[in-house]
Nanobody
């Protein structure tokens, strides 16, 4: 079993930055074996894709709504994936979820069904 724990959320004003972390663990977990992604869900809305990163970190993919403002990265030695968020907007307010999966193609891991494991989420609130 794989456990994912997100941290780093909070309440920030518009234009601020936050860095989310996702620590992965498990009896046989090896970070480099998993594609990692971030999704978010705002109240009353469906969960939406934010960003994904492949096993080595050499390939990343972003939703258009966050491209140029968010950066996903990973440190396999620490079994941790990060989401650096800059120029935050009120519409970025949501619960952010980390996920681990095993498939990159053909979807660049941009759909929830690409992932096997999910964290509990961390709240990000951006005030206007």
């Amino acid at each position: 079993q794989v456990q994912l724990v997100e941290s780093g959320g909070g309440l920030v004003p518009a234009g601020a930055s936050l860095r989310l972390s996702c620590a992965a663990s498990g009896r046989t977990f090896s970070s480099s074996s998993y594609v990692m992604g971030w999704f978010r869900q705002a109240p009353g809305k469906e969960r939406e894709f934010v960003a994904s990163i492949n096993w080595s970190g050499g390939n990343t993919y972003y939703a258009d709504s966050v491209k140029g403002r968010f950066t996903i990265s990973r440190d396999n030695a620490k079994n941790t994936v990060y989401l650096q968020m800059s120029s935050l907007k009120p519409e970025d307010t949501a619960v952010y979820y980390c996920a681990a999966g095993s498939r990159w193609f053909p979807t660049v891991a941009s759909y929830p069904y690409d992932y096997h494991y999910w964290g509990q989420g961390t709240q990000v609130t951006v005030s206007s």
